[in-house]
């Protein structure tokens, strides 16, 4: 039996396979392209709306930037640095300072005897870069001393202590004040202090 495909090759002419040949493969180019335009035209929705998403970004960003321009005002700038360098001047250095600072206190006292109990540190995260805050609490336990002299009761000389204390360049925050004694004396006292230091992280 014959093979159906050498008897058809036989009966056409060389000429009409090749014709055939190249109309298939015109056929193959042009299925391609339709599926490739197919393709493309269902992706469009997509990359337009991430492209109108990035579009609203930049809009709302050049917003932003424009509202700041309006603000800005150098005055504005000026005081709010000024405001800054006085808070970090109030801060303490670091735990160097804070033992400087019982030293001090100490010498300080207005014939008051004081003992000063430092408890453990504590930290804070801070705004600025590669820094942090660390608040450090002091416990004064306070006896007066006989004022000799001195007119002044121990009631007096311990509000004034007290009023010196918070006042003074370096932040402190009295966060109690507990006394005891008889009317218009204090036998004993005790005030919680905290303290705050601005540190570069290690």
Known sequence: MQNPLKTLSQTFPPEAFR?????LLLLCVFGASVALA??????????????????????QLESNILELELRWNPQDAERIASRFKLSQEQLLAGPEEFI?????LKRRTDQLAVSINAGLAQTQACPLPGKRFSIYSATLEMRPIPPGLRTNSPYVRLLNFARDLTSEKKRVDLVELAASGSSNSVSQAKMDLQLWSLENLP
């Open 19 to 23: 014709d055939l040949k190249v109309r």
């Open 38 to 59: 197919w393709w493309s035209i269902n992706r469009l929705p997509a990359w337009e709306t991430k492209l109108q998403l990035q579009s609203t970004k930049i809009a």
């Open 100 to 104: 400087r600072w019982q030293t001090d």
